[in-house]
């Protein structure tokens, strides 16, 4: 994703926007939710899994790649879940997707200090990080009781 600003000599300057992408894995009516260890200033913060989509990746494999690194699980990615949601002042765009695990996957938290899985009236009660709060209206729906 490209944008461009002007510069300080009104030359109009490209610079790429980094994309974030996110899995919303769901499963039994409830999503996974996984604190974060670090950095200290966002510690025991919640988050969607996921990172950065490398250069000549597609969003989809980078969350499929992700997932198997952060969770050691397979997955298949679905619909888009909520808006692109602003990150490190424009410079980069978080994109979640549902996701479902394959082959009775389990996740291990590898690169997180927990894990839970959250029903839709469980939203709540974890402290989210602030690019993946908005994303959980638009996931409440998706989430239904088994």
């Not at 300080?8 to 980094?18: L, M, T, W, Y």
């Amino acid at each position: 994703m490209r944008t461009e600003r002007a510069s300080d000599n009104g030359h109009a300057e490209r610079r790429d926007i980094k994309v974030i992408v996110g899995a919303a894995i769901i499963a039994d009516g409830r999503v996974l939710a996984c604190a974060r260890s670090a950095p200290p200033e966002v510690a025991g913060m919640w988050e969607f899994p996921g990172g950065k989509v490398e250069p000549g990746e597609s969003e989809t494999a980078a969350l499929v790649r992700e997932c198997a690194e952060e969770l050691a699980v397979r997955v298949e990615v679905g619909e888009r879940v909520g808006r692109n949601v602003r990150m490190a002042h424009g410079r980069s765009v978080l994109k979640v997707y549902s996701a479902r695990l394959l082959h009775g996957d389990q996740p291990k938290a590898l690169e997180h200090s927990a894990l839970r899985w959250l029903s839709a009236a469980e939203l709540d009660t974890v402290t989210w990080l602030p690019a993946d709060a908005p994303i959980v209206a638009a996931l409440r729906p998706l989430l239904t009781n088994p």
